[in-house]
């Protein structure tokens, strides 16, 4: 497995990582405990360093799941997760007011079974709580010794340069794909400019870009995609195009589509790190095959001219979630 480092900080991590949101929370009923486990150590196995979770993430139980799968391991990997949801639930509204971030992290290194956060996020901005304030509570815990690095989720430019200018920011976790490019115009200049990395979740734009959901996939109810506009089957239909194109490129490189959507995110810049989330090892094995696949300059150009001809249909979030994004 490939190394790379998140912009300035120093920290060296898989090139992808692991999102495991969805063993606990978010696509369908959990998975169970002990599968999760063989899969969380079959990545650590496989290379990967870099596993991330939160505390919203079924109130904590994600993050229990994480400490008990990498506690074997746990100094050589690095774990992420986050705060700023009242009571870690994210239906609730933010809370990121400095106790209870420092409530969050006390309790998320009890989960987690270790005594200090990698990289800690605020996982979204805080209209009600300035800036300054939740980068100095941070600071305070880098100072402890509790909290290694500081990052932000979904945040806008201007929160991004607030916080930075009192605790440096190591990344940014945004959506990223070639389903969802928008964190391009304002975002990634700002981010090579102060040397801080993009973690882009949802790389595979929430499986879609597997070709694995057509028009008719039927979701779970608890599966957030049904929520989603963008998920819905007429949008489905409309949006098959972009994973037609990655099909035809995929063959061209004896690759999957997904494989092609990681590779390309990874040949855009050096301090982008992709954590695609998988509760299957078939599936953990062919992501992390993506580290493997060159794009060349000419193949970027010639996937983002074709992807340019192709529009794309529905809203990413219900509108409710979409306001607390780019703050």
Same mark, same amino acid.
């Given at each position: 497995?490939?190394?790379?480092?998140?912009?300035?900080?120093?920290?060296? @991590?898989?090139?992808?990582g692991l999102g495991c949101m969805g063993l606990s929370y978010g696509y369908g009923?959990?998975?169970?405990?002990?599968? *999760?486990?063989?899969?969380?150590?079959?990545?650590?196995?496989?290379?990967?360093?870099?596993?991330?979770?939160a505390e919203a993430y079924a109130q904590g139980a994600n993050e229990e799941l994480l400490g008990e799968a990498l506690e074997p391991f746990r100094d050589q990997v690095?774990?992420?997760?986050?705060?700023?949801?009242?009571?870690?639930?994210?239906?609730?509204?933010?809370?990121?007011?400095?106790?209870?971030?420092?409530?969050?992290?006390?309790?998320?290194?009890?989960?987690?079974?270790?005594?200090?956060?990698?990289?800690?996020?605020?996982?979204?901005?805080?209209?009600?709580?300035?800036?300054?304030? @939740?980068?100095?509570?941070?600071?305070?815990?880098?100072?402890?010794?509790?909290?290694?690095?500081?990052?932000?989720?979904?945040?806008? @430019?201007?929160?991004?340069?607030?916080?930075?200018?009192?605790?440096?920011? =190591?990344?940014?976790?945004?959506?990223?794909?070639?389903?969802?490019?928008?964190?391009?115009?304002?975002?990634?200049?700002?981010?090579?400019?102060?040397?801080?990395?993009?973690?882009?979740?949802?790389?595979?734009?929430?499986?879609?870009?597997?070709?694995?959901?057509?028009?008719?996939?039927?979701?779970?109810?608890?599966?957030?995609?049904? &929520?989603?506009?963008?998920?819905?089957?007429?949008?489905?239909?409309?949006?098959?195009?972009?994973?037609?194109?990655?099909? &035809?490129?995929?063959?061209?490189?004896?690759?999957?589509?997904?494989?092609?959507?990681?590779?390309?995110?990874? *040949?855009?810049?050096?301090?982008?790190?992709?954590?695609?989330?998988? &509760?299957?090892?078939?599936?953990?094995?062919?992501?992390?095959?993506?580290?493997?696949?060159?794009?060349?300059?000419?193949?970027?150009?010639?996937?983002?001219? =074709?992807?340019?001809?192709?529009?794309?249909?529905?809203?990413?979030?219900?509108?409710?979630?979409?306001?607390?994004?780019?703050?």
């Open positions: 497995m490939q190394k790379r480092r998140l912009g300035n900080s120093g920290l060296e @991590v898989s090139a992808i009923p959990a998975t169970e405990k002990q599968p *999760a486990i063989q899969l969380i150590r079959a990545a650590f196995d496989r290379g990967v360093t870099f596993f991330d979770t690095v774990i992420a997760t986050k705060f700023g949801f009242q009571d870690g639930d994210s239906t609730k509204g933010q809370d990121s007011r400095p106790e209870r971030i420092r409530e969050v992290a006390e309790a998320a290194l009890k989960r987690l079974r270790t005594d200090r956060i990698d990289l800690f996020y605020q996982h979204r901005v805080d209209a009600n709580v300035a800036m300054e304030d @939740v980068a100095g509570a941070v600071k305070e815990l880098i100072q402890q010794g509790k909290v290694k690095h500081f990052g932000m989720s979904e945040a806008g @430019v201007e929160s991004i340069r607030r916080a930075h200018g009192v605790q440096p920011v =190591a990344a940014l976790q945004s959506e990223y794909s070639l389903w969802w490019r928008r964190v391009e115009d304002e975002e990634l200049p700002v981010l090579e400019e102060l040397g801080i990395a993009l973690v882009p979740f949802s790389p595979l734009g929430r499986g879609f870009l597997t070709g694995k959901i057509t028009a008719d996939t039927k979701f779970d109810s608890t599966d957030f995609r049904s &929520t989603v506009p963008r998920f819905n089957e007429e949008n489905r239909k409309a949006n098959q195009a972009l994973v037609d194109l990655l099909t &035809t490129f995929a063959e061209q490189k004896k690759a999957t589509p997904a494989q092609i959507a990681l590779a390309w995110l990874l *040949a855009k810049k050096p301090w982008i790190v992709p954590i695609p989330g998988t &509760t299957k090892l078939q599936r953990l094995e062919e992501n992390i095959g993506a580290v493997g696949i060159e794009l060349t300059p000419d193949d970027l150009l010639a996937i983002e001219s =074709a992807a340019s001809h192709i529009k794309l249909e529905g809203a990413r979030y219900p509108a409710f979630h979409e306001e607390l994004v780019g703050r």
